[in-house]
């Protein structure tokens, strides 16, 4: 039977049972394949095409120059191909990743339609070193979610406005739950109902069963808080359906 709520109304600030960064990189170093494709790579993210050209258009007309971007969580680099091919000019492109055959794809991916300078960079966001004021853009999809406790949403959030310039912007693509109890039981109801339509009953319990273990996503209103909080005084919304959201915002 389908679980009508799947996440508590506030993820619980206990999450020893959660996978590790280790079982997370094990899981996404046999998903290249799935997500070398433009098109389909996220279908389980619900308008996944949609928000990719949305996140990639906020990039382009609210960011100017683009010279060097940072795709977080780069996968097999699909978001940065996409600004690249919207864009229409060569820029500086690091790919971060904890699973290396996901950067190695990424980097040869970027590196066939880019003759900017491609970085290849395997680690933990959280901890890995970058220096400060100098994106232009951050790309941050269907990564955020593996986040844990507050002080760790918070840290992260400030990272994020500490290495983008004076008038460079973060664009973030991912799953969210719900301020109410509610309402956040219908919205994962209606994901179980698109899943089911994707690949029937089997997987949308696979889905919804390595969300349970994975991760830890948070409310959309709580996210929105959290970039003005640590300094951003610009924050849009691009799109909300269901379960995902994308939106983003502009060091000023």
């Not at 509610?182 to 069963?209: C, I």
Request: one cysteine or more; proline letters at 4%.
């Amino acid at each position: 039977m389908q679980n009508p709520d799947p996440f508590p109304q506030k993820p619980p600030q206990n999450t020893t049972k959660k996978s590790t960064v280790k079982e997370i990189k094990e899981r996404f170093d046999k998903e290249v394949e799935r997500f070398s494709n433009l098109e389909t790579g996220q279908s389980a993210t619900v308008d996944a095409p949609l928000v990719m050209e949305l996140i990639t258009s906020a990039a382009i007309n609210s960011t100017s120059p683009i010279t060097r971007v940072l795709d977080i969580g780069c996968g097999a680099g699909n978001n940065t191909i996409k600004l690249r091919q919207s864009l229409g000019h060569d820029f500086t492109a690091d790919l971060l990743d904890i699973s290396t055959p996901m950067v190695d794809r990424a980097h040869q991916r970027v590196s066939g339609i880019n003759a900017g300078i491609v970085n290849a960079l395997v680690g933990d966001f959280r901890t890995i070193e970058l220096k400060d004021n100098t994106y232009d853009i951050v790309l941050a999809a269907a990564v955020l979610h593996h986040l844990r406790d507050d002080a760790d949403w918070e840290s992260v959030f400030k990272k994020l406005f500490s290495i983008l310039r004076v008038g460079g912007s973060v664009w973030i693509s991912d799953l969210v739950t719900h301020e109410h109890t509610a309402v956040n039981a219908l919205m994962w109801k209606r994901y179980g109902t698109y899943l089911e339509s994707l690949g029937g009953a089997s997987y949308r319990d696979d889905v919804f069963a390595y969300i349970e273990k994975e991760d830890s996503p948070r409310s959309l209103t709580y996210q929105l808080n959290l970039l003005y909080k640590v300094g951003f005084s610009s924050v849009d919304v691009l799109h909300k359906h269901s379960c995902f959201a994308a939106f983003g915002a502009i060091k000023e």
